[in-house]
Nanobody, 125 residues
Framework: VQLQASGGGSVQPGQSLRLSCVAS????????TGWFRQAPGKDREFVAA????????YYTDSVKGRFTISRDRAKNTVFPQMNSLKPEDTAIYYC???????????????????WGQGTQVTVSS
């Protein structure tokens, strides 16, 4: 499985971005997807997940109500829509997938088998 993340950029606080993660080699319908981010000097942290079965979604507390993750089956793409961005959202964002992820481990990076290359999001006035 190869993942290609894109959609990052530089925005002002309060603005929005929509990231995307395209998978090749396997359908997202067969995969649980996680998004993580890493800010300079900080550890990688969980942001959101779209889980199998049933496409349940999970978010870290700091993005609840602002970020929404969804999937386009036809394009084999997962989209985190990020609204009301804050400077503390500045980071490199990574998508990751695995065929089996236990819900209780959705926020653990080691639960995922394949990772994209990351896309930079910068929120600054």
């Amino acid at each position: 499985v190869q993942l290609q993340a894109s959609g990052g950029g530089s925005v002002q606080p309060g603005q929005s971005l929509r990231l995307s993660c395209v998978a090749s080699g396997r359908s997202f319908s067969d995969l649980s997807t996680g998004w993580f981010r890493q800010a300079p000097g900080k550890d990688r942290e969980f942001v959101a997940a779209l889980m199998l079965p049933g496409s349940a979604t999970y978010y870290t507390d700091s993005v609840k109500g602002r970020f929404t993750i969804s999937r386009d089956r036809a394009k084999n793409t997962v989209f985190p829509q990020m609204n009301s961005l804050k400077p503390e959202d500045t980071a490199i964002y990574y998508c990751a997938v695995a065929p089996r992820v236990i819900v209780s481990s959705a926020a653990t990076s080691s639960s995922y088998d394949y990772w994209g290359q990351g896309t930079q999001v910068t929120v600054s006035s």
